[in-house]
């Protein structure tokens, strides 16, 4: 190298640009979509989300609905204001004894809502976490 044109043009501007793709090609964006649901999930072999009937002042659903509604309740129910406490607003519809529907009055189906909403956000946040940085290949044995 003769000079510092020389030193500039062919190591300086070759190891800058060289930096720089390595810099930005390991930018890209890793993040997966939010899942929207559009259809109904199943409860049992019935694609309804567990919800059998709207009826006035709330709905009629499925003891896995119920289930699933308690479940969140211990995750999130101290979030509301008051806290949400197991089956509150939730009544036996079955005939007699027979626990084979419940009644969800209209403010806590909403609650079950929303806390649906959290608990998938929450998914979504523990499968980032979860994300690999690398996607080099393991090495064989």
């Avoid at 030193?7 to 890209?28: E, Q």
């Amino acid at each position: 190298m003769k000079t510092i044109k020389d030193f500039i043009l062919f190591v300086a501007v070759p190891v800058t640009v060289a930096l720089l793709m390595i810099a930005l090609c390991g930018c890209g964006a890793t993040i997966p979509p939010l899942v929207e649901s559009s259809t109904a999930s199943f409860d049992g072999k019935v694609q309804d989300s567990g919800v059998i009937s709207l009826v006035p002042g709330g709905q009629l659903v499925t003891p896995h609905w119920r289930d699933r509604y308690n479940g969140m309740i211990a995750v999130y129910g101290k979030r509301f204001t008051p806290p949400v406490q197991t089956d509150d607003g939730i009544l036996p519809a079955g005939p007699g004894n027979m626990a084979t529907q419940y009644f969800i009055d209209n403010e806590h189906a909403v609650k079950f809502d929303q806390m649906n909403e959290w608990r998938k956000a929450d998914a979504v946040k523990v499968t980032i976490a979860a994300t690999p940085v690398s996607s080099a290949a393991p090495a064989k044995k």
